[in-house]
């Protein structure tokens, strides 16, 4: 689908006309798509799920900071606000503007240009499903944010009006829904080329219908999420579990991988790796004690998963956020989230500039699962669904760069060897716990555990809902998830609820800007 033709590029915070010409490769996220002058759905849906993949990694490092997973590391200063959470709406302004003026606004261009055609309903579906992906970060962050009036820039609304968050979860639902039955009802629609499907493209070398399945699974586990995070037990009570005989939610990672290499790397790898000259990308962030007790035996032994994960592993450098005295430095010349054990290399969580970027983890899909079933909300063994998902950040970990467990690996014998080595443990053993939280418990720090440094916006997100892993305040580090410095916040925690509207709203949507209270305002699922 080639046309000519103008069009406004409109964000919750800008609209801009630019002159659309033909598009560029998809990995190239910084050429937008919509700059050519015939603009294909099969050329903008790529690029857009590739740009999801890089903001994925931003809000990753967002949830870093405030979820208890990255500490400065000594001898740098210019932490500024973050070590006593005196946010301004300057910070985290990225997140929100380069999701509106990217993804979203490149998802709706091919939902509005495949709308009513049969034979692009997987292409629109698809992107109805990345659209949810995107507004539900933004949700989750934010709180109300502008829907109904966002991306329409074109019809002359550049002052959008902010929806409230509850109501617009249950239009993402709603979405999900009707994205599932498109694919349902149009067998026969014009199949996503591997080109056009950085996520799910690969599976095209077993059919289409796999392809297409693992969206379905996809849009169902983010109900899923959705569903849980809010206790919506009427949802959870009619949610589809199987999808024709086969589970309805995930069965692998979802992970996007346009052709990620040296000159063109993965975006996790270039925050926190190495540049393409060889450099560290960064030198100033160590793990927390707070998140590397998990590991280290003081709250739990991980050796598995440990060693994968963090360089020199046990004699890891790590640090609690606001500790400027004394603090340890990185481990010269190496990457701190890379493990450069005897045949570990180039697994764990940064492993290497080739490997793709995950937006979600079978683990989390577990754990999700884990918690419907504990709380009787979907039939099933939430202890088996459980191990489940450790097992399945063993296996994501172990994972090399091209995405093939090493062949060194026994999953079974890692679960097992964890298991024996936290006897006892109610974190690692579940029949251990007594009572519904301390089973809760069991699943979130899990959870929390398998996001390292992966997906640790869901982490936090998921601490502001349950207030686990449970953190002591002014307690030892390995205890206390907030910065030791001085805290502007009065909450028992000593943490913020959230972030505050960026400037860039002040500026280009000032009557519906308004300053929150980022030491109290919850965003509306934060029972906390």
Known sequence: MNMKMKFKIWSATLALVVVVSSCGEFLDINDNPNSPTTADVQLVLPQAIVASASIANQFNSY?????????????????????????????????????????????????????????????????????????QRLVDAYGDVPF???????????????????????????????????????PLALGLTASADPLFGKL????????????KRYANTLKLRMLVRTNNTAGLASIATTFGGQSAFLVDD???????????????????????????????????????????????LDQGRGATIYVNYPATPNNQLGNE??????????????????????????????????????????FLLAE?????????????TFYEGISASFRYLYKNESGNVIGSANLTTLLNN?????????????????????????????????????????????????????????????????????????????????????SSEQSLNASNYRNVDYTSERIFWDPN
């Open 254 to 300: 979802v992970i996007v991988n346009p052709g990620y290499e040296l000159n063109r790397p993965n975006p996790a790898w270039a925050t926190w790796g190495r540049t393409i000259a060889g450099a560290l990308a960064n030198s100033s962030r160590i793990p927390t004690t707070f998140s590397f007790a998990f590991y280290s035996g003081t709250k739990i």
């Open 372 to 384: 419907a079933q504990l709380r009787g909300n979907i039939a099933g063994d939430y202890v088996a």
């Open 63 to 135: 949830g870093g900071h405030f979820g208890g997973f990255i500490a400065n590391a000594g001898g740098f200063s210019g932490f500024g606000t973050l070590l006593n959470y005196n946010l301004a709406p300057g910070d985290y302004n990225n997140m929100w503007v380069n999701t509106y003026t990217g993804p979203l606004q490149d998802f709706k261009y091919v939902i509005d240009q495949t709308a009513g055609d049969p034979n692009m309903a997987f292409y629109n579906a698809a992107a109805k499903i990345m659209s949810v992906v995107n507004f």
């Open 148 to 186: 109904t009036q966002a991306l329409r820039g074109e019809e002359g609304v550049n002052a959008p009006s902010y929806d409230d968050a509850a109501t617009i979860y249950q239009s993402l639902i709603a979405t999900l829904d009707e994205a599932i039955a498109q694919i349902d009802n149009n």
């Open 418 to 502: 964890y298991k024996t080595a936290n006897a006892a443990n109610k974190l690692v053993e579940i029949e251990a716990a007594t009572n519904l939280p301390e089973r809760l418990e069991a699943i979130i720090t899990q959870k929390y555990i398998a996001m390292n440094m992966i997906t640790s916006d869901e982490a936090w997100n998921e601490y502001r809902r349950t207030g686990f892993p449970i953190t002591i305040p002014g307690g030892a580090p390995a205890r206390d998830i907030a910065s030791n410095k001085s805290s502007i916040t009065t909450r028992t925690d000593r943490l913020p609820t959230r972030v505050m509207y960026p």
């Open 204 to 215: 095209l070398l077993v059919s289409g219908a796999e392809q297409m399945l693992a969206w």
């Open 325 to 366: 005295d004394g603090a340890p430095t990185i481990v010269t010349g190496q990457v701190t989230w890379a493990s450069n054990a005897s045949g570990l290399a180039g697994t764990g969580v940064l492993k290497g500039p080739a490997m793709g970027q995950p937006l979600m983890l079978l683990a989390e899909s577990k």
